[in-house]
């Protein structure tokens, strides 16, 4: 197979399983705002907060709703010096708001996928993307955010098989395994990412995602695997409006 076939194999299969999940997260995923027993509402963030507050992150906004991310390195074990660390134009967090949009059909000369007539709508979503370094480890939290429940992890299952250096194969079987709320989960193969998901206040989802970022090249083991998901677990914890 040719490296553009490959390629294109790929972004059908995230297409494929972060479709079915957007699909079908509605109905098959827990409501958001079930009890994880880990914050009361007035603790817990709400899809609209989350929005706001990443249309009003500046250049100079530190990494909001409470993220500490060398406190949750302590929790899971790992000592590490934790910095902010400047990104797209010198931002230490960065935020994003999509507005959605309806169902659509599939490209031209795309199998339609069995019980997927149509790609589905994606709802409004938004994102907050903090980075930092842990001594000399870059470290990338992300915060995804759905006003529709059940979905936050596929829509950013893309960026996590970019953090996560996920095969295709690989990919199906993390969206066929996501976590629940209160739930986290390391991605399978070198285990660079962890997931976790976060009980809103309200309708929607949020998905927390803790990395070594989509450009590493030497992982630092330390921050892989369980003690990563450890790491997203602490974060997790940690979030308020």
């Known amino acids: 197979m040719t490296a553009d076939r490959t390629a294109a194999t790929?972004?059908?299969?995230?297409?494929l399983a972060g479709a079915a999940g957007v699909a079908l997260g509605g109905s098959a995923?827990?409501?958001?705002?079930s009890s994880d027993g880990a914050a009361s509402d007035g603790e817990r963030l709400s899809y609209d907060r989350v929005a706001s507050t990443a249309r009003q992150l500046t250049s100079s906004s530190a990494c909001p709703f409470g993220l500490d991310l060398a406190a949750a390195l302590k929790v899971a074990g790992v000592e590490r010096a934790v910095t902010p660390a400047a990104f797209g134009g010198g931002r230490a967090a960065q935020g994003t708001v999509n507005p959605g949009r309806?169902?659509?059909a599939w490209p031209s000369g795309q199998p339609t996928p069995s019980g997927l007539p149509s790609a589905p709508a994606v709802p409004p979503n938004a994102s907050v993307v903090c980075h930092f370094t842990a001594s000399d480890a870059p470290m990338e939290i992300d915060l995804v955010a759905v006003s529709e429940g059940g979905v936050a992890v596929n829509l950013a299952l893309p960026q996590i098989a970019s953090l996560g250096n996920l095969s295709a194969d690989e990919v199906m079987a993390f969206s066929k395994d996501e976590p629940g709320i209160g739930q986290s989960r390391v991605?399978?193969?070198r285990g660079t990412a962890a997931v976790a998901r976060v009980a809103?206040?309200?309708?929607?989802?949020?998905?927390?995602?803790?990395?070594q970022g989509s450009t590493v090249t030497k992982a630092d083991p330390a921050l892989t695997g369980e003690p990563l998901r450890k790491i997203a677990e602490a974060l997790a914890a940690q979030l308020r409006p």
């Open 10 to 15: 790929y972004r059908r299969v995230l297409a």
């Open 29 to 33: 995923c827990s409501s958001s705002g």
């Open 102 to 104: 309806p169902a659509q």
């Open 187 to 189: 991605t399978p193969g």
């Open 200 to 211: 809103v206040v309200g309708k929607g989802d949020l998905a927390l995602v803790v990395s």
